[in-house]
Nanobody
Framework: DVQLQASGGGWVQAGGSLRLSCAAS????????IGWFRQAPGKEREGVSC????????YYADSVKGRFTISSDSAKNTVYLQMNSLKPEDTAVYYC???????????????????WGQGTLVTVSS
């Protein structure tokens, strides 16, 4: 099974930046699409971004386009989510998840992901 370890959460003021990391193991990295999801208090979990490590394609939720950047380092089996211009509404527990390539459909459907890491809390103060 794929093992995922998320890290990098913390507290930041509005307008600041954080970088989340998701380290994957026990599977061939290029065979994975890694996604980031988040769940704010009292809200449903939502897709934030994902990257297909077989072809490099990236996807973003409209709410984070232009502010967040997803990337991967195959040498480290790690996916990063660089979050800039953070807003209080970005406050949430962030999860990384993996699904096996190839896949079809919508990247942000949680049920498509087979493996989940633990969450990392991001708090953005106003």
């Amino acid at each position: 099974d794929v093992q995922l370890q998320a890290s990098g959460g913390g507290w930041v003021q509005a307008g600041g930046s954080l970088r989340l990391s998701c380290a994957a193991s026990e599977y061939t990295f290029e065979d994975l699409t890694i996604g980031w999801f988040r769940q704010a208090p009292g809200k449903e979990r939502e897709g934030v971004s994902c990257i297909n490590n077989s072809n490099g394609r990236t996807y973003y939720a409209d709410s984070v386009k232009g502010r967040f950047t997803i990337s991967s380092d195959s040498a480290k089996n790690t996916v990063y989510l660089q979050m800039n211009s953070l807003k209080p509404e970005d406050t949430a527990v962030y999860y990384c998840a993996a699904l096996l390539n190839p896949w079809h459909g919508t990247w942000s459907v949680q049920g498509a992901y087979d493996y989940w890491g633990q969450g990392t809390l991001v708090t953005v103060s106003s």
